[in-house]
């Protein structure tokens, strides 16, 4: 009998040729995996572009004075995003404002800075100031119960809200009161009721 024709040659044969047809098929899933993950990454940006234009009347944000006045308080962390007050999940993204990154806060007397290394950097002036609470998320991001700074500030004629998180989350609650304190009653009621409409 010829070896050609032997069962067992043609069964390594047959499993040789297997394998080829499943590596085939195993790099055709993820070249369409990929162009999967592709197509939804340019959606996203393109919705995100789209959100931006619709926020298009948003003025430049402030910056910052070139005497701010001394530090009341200061603290690092993470900036979290913006969204429309009393509306968490309704993102601002105009003017970078939907860029998450690193965040170094001071609050003066003036207004509080908002500096963030590869971002553009803003500043609330003290008069804009609405007020501030602890909360559990904004735009996507969730933590435990009060693990979120969130400071209720007005720009453009539009009440937003700014999400951030402490290295020191135990030092967020200081700067609830001291927010609170400039913006005045009336103001933290008025940041209270919206969050109360958004939930």
Do not use: C
């Not at 040729?17 to 592709?38: C, H, K, N, P």
């Not at 603290?75 to 429309?84: K, N, Q």
């Not at 803003?122 to 119960?145: C, N, S, W, Y």
């Not at 009060?146 to 951030?164: A, K």
């Amino acid at each position: 009998m010829s070896t050609l024709n032997h069962p067992a040659v043609a069964f390594v044969a047959a499993q040789k040729s297997q394998e080829v047809t499943d590596w085939a098929a195993r790099i055709g899933w993820v070249v369409g995996l990929v162009l999967f993950i592709a197509l939804l990454y340019w959606l996203m940006r393109q919705g995100w572009k789209w959100r931006g234009t619709l926020q298009g009347d948003l003025p430049e944000l402030p910056q910052r004075p070139e005497q701010p006045g001394e530090p009341l308080l200061t603290a690092a962390g993470r900036y979290h995003g913006s969204t429309s007050a009393g509306q968490w999940l309704d993102r601002i993204v105009a003017h970078g404002l939907g860029t998450r990154s690193r965040a170094e806060l001071t609050l003066t007397a003036r207004g509080l800075d908002v500096a963030r290394p590869g971002a553009a950097d803003f500043f609330v002036p003290a008069d804009r100031l609405r007020g501030a609470r602890l909360d559990t998320g904004i735009a996507g991001k969730v933590l435990t119960e009060g693990g979120l700074l969130v400071v209720t500030w007005e720009h453009g004629g539009r009440r937003l809200d700014s999400g951030f998180r402490f290295d020191r989350s135990a030092e967020q609650a200081a700067w609830v009161e001291k927010i609170n304190a400039m913006s005045g009653d009336d103001a933290v009621a008025a940041t209270q009721q919206h969050h109360e409409e958004g939930a």
